[in-house]
């Protein structure tokens, strides 16, 4: 019977339960294979820490928060061992071999599908379920742990209400998201935000302290903005976006190195973006402005019916898909169903959102400001 492993990866994420118990109720269920899961990521399996998974571990696990397994951030050609930075790969080899496993099953978001590829163009059978809070994997519909914190991100913009209500103020509440809009976007329509701050839409204080003062002059003297973590006006995301094209024209090693740095000390330059627009919103509007951080409570808790059902949908399928002996793709969902994608066209593919959206479309249609 086939073997095989298990880990997550990455940020942790509502659902990851439900999609290891889907994968392997599965598995050993459906399919009489064996699982065990690597502890903490990328880097549990590259020391071989894991641990057998037998059906009495899937049980209890779909309605719980984080990851049974641990989680890390790591990258299989660049990890830190023994204060030495090394490349992974052989080491992973090897302990796929150790443990008799036909493949590897890695859940996890933009960075694991890179480390994924990697790994299955090292020889390895290697399967990728896509999972992040940011919804920013190509060719999925969704990815477990969006619509958990689409929920919580909705509700802390519905309760800011009250607060920016009663004390006549602006409420900025920065979102998650990474370098993708979709979390902020999605809960500033459903919580009904005046402004919505994306990534993808580079900001001016002119126009958001506009859109405010237009609310005042017709008598509503509050107003919420959902800023998206990765957020920036329009003169930080040229600098930035200049800084990245440097990055990637960078043609030797020491100019890769110097680049890297460059940008990093822009993007630092950039910090605490969220802090800065309410200076500036107090100032251009003369109201009273806060700033709420939503932060890792977006990413905690139980998994709501919707990534409980996705997680499921998706690491069951896996399974079948493992039967069938498909390696070397990420399990996306489309529609009610799934589908296979190459890990090829996923890796190093981020799905932003496009600034032609229907989700983009509907704020602009409800008179929300954009900050364009
Ligand atoms: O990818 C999920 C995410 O929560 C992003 O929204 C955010 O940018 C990042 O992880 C935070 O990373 P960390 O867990 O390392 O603080």
């Keep these: 019977s086939k073997r095989i492993g298990v880990l997550t990866a990455g940020g942790d994420s509502p659902g990851l339960n439900a ?147 009663s004390h006549h103020r602006i409420i900025l509440a920065e979102i998650m998201g990474h370098k993708a809009g979709w979390l902020t976007l999605g809960a500033g329509i459903a919580g009904g935000a005046d402004v919505i701050l994306l990534p993808e839409i580079p900001f001016t204080v002119e126009s958001i302290s506009t859109a405010i003062q237009h609310r005042r002059e017709k008598g509503t003297n509050f107003s919420v903005v959902a800023v998206a973590e990765g957020a920036r006006d329009l003169v930080a995301t040229a600098e930035l976006q200049a800084a990245e094209r440097l990055v990637k024209d960078a043609n030797t090693p020491e100019a890769k190195a110097a680049a890297k ?64 002996g498909e390696w070397g793709v990420m399990v996306g969902s489309k529609g009610d169903d799934t589908e296979p994608v190459p890990l090829e066209d996923v890796a190093g593919n981020l799905a932003l959102v496009p600034t032609d959206h229907a989700w983009i479309r509907t704020a602009r249609n409800v008179g929300t400001n954009l900050g364009d």
């Design 261 to 324: 740095k460059h940008l990093a000390s822009v993007e630092y330059e950039h910090r605490e973006h969220t802090f800065k627009l309410a200076h500036d919103l107090e100032e251009a509007t003369g109201l009273e402005t806060r700033v709420t951080i939503l932060g890792y409570v977006q990413r905690g808790g139980i998994p709501c019916a919707e990534d409980r059902l996705l997680g499921s949908r998706i690491g069951s399928a896996a399974a079948d898909l493992i039967a069938e």
């Design 19 to 165: 999609a290891i118990r889907g994968l392997g109720k599965a598995a050993i269920g459906s399919h009489g294979m064996e699982l065990i899961g690597f502890r903490d990521g990328i880097r549990g399996l590259a020391t071989d820490r894991h641990i057998e998974l037998d059906k009495a571990m899937l049980s209890g696990i779909l309605t719980t928060g984080g990851t049974i397994l641990g989680t890390s951030r790591d990258k299989v050609h660049k990890m830190e061992v023994d204060g030495e930075v090394r490349d992974m790969t052989g080491e992973i080899a090897d302990i796929v071999e150790k443990n008799k496993l036909d493949g590897l099953v890695l859940l996890g978001g933009g960075g694991t599908a890179k480390n994924a590829l990697r790994l299955a163009k090292a020889g390895l059978n290697v399967m990728h379920l896509p999972k992040t809070i940011d919804k920013d994997v190509a060719h999925t519909d969704n990815t477990f742990g969006f619509s958990t914190a689409l929920e919580i991100a909705t509700d802390a913009i519905d309760r800011l209400h009250s607060t920016a209500h």
